[in-house]
């Protein structure tokens, strides 16, 4: 394996899929590995994309607009670019993000039906046109993931309490991508424990590296 090359991964996947837990341990194998490991999330990352992300998952905010929310998951990211993954990337870290604009494509640009046009150009305003190098998306079933979800946080997640229709949009959204771009964009299937999931990841991760 490569060291001291700045990488740039992203993990998507739907919520309750398990790609935060897949990442935390994807990174703690790179560190020990000998690389440096930054690993942040979306919405969120800093703190100001932290207050952003309350006002997005609160539930009580149902009367947001498709394109106030997609405007405020851009703010939250370029802030995340500047703040943390530049920087990061300029001084040859791994940068591992838990969702990028994989994710605005999938909900905001199919889920909401906003198109894949607009959500690719705040992403060239916002981002600079940054883009990951491999992006690993665990694929799960929907009841599954959904069911893990809302187990997390019953009640409290405003994305989560969208109708079965909108993630299964969101998901087709995700297999599109893995068609046009296979080099990049990995599907990984994220059923099982854990350490198997772990595995797959590896396995594709590491190729990625080497």
Known sequence: MTRGRAVFITFEGADGSGKTTQLRLLAERLHGAGREVLATSEPGGTEIGNQIRKILLDAANHRMSAKAELLLYFAARAQNVNELILPALERGATVLSDRFTDSTLAYQGAGRGLGRGVVM??????????????????????????????????????????????????????????????????????????????????????????
């Open 121 to 210: 150009e705040l992403h060239r305003i916002a981002c600079g046109g940054l883009l990951p190098a491999l992006t690993v998306c665990l694929d799960i079933d929907l009841d599954t993931a959904l069911a893990r979800a809302r187990a997390r946080h019953p009640g409290a997640d405003r994305m989560d309490e969208q109708h079965s229709e909108f993630h299964e949009k969101v998901r087709r959204e995700y297999r599109k991508i893995a068609t046009a771009e296979p080099a990049r964009f990995r599907l990984v299937d994220g059923s099982g424990d854990g350490e198997t999931v772990a595995g797959r990841v590896w396995d594709v991760v590491s190729e990625f590296l080497d």
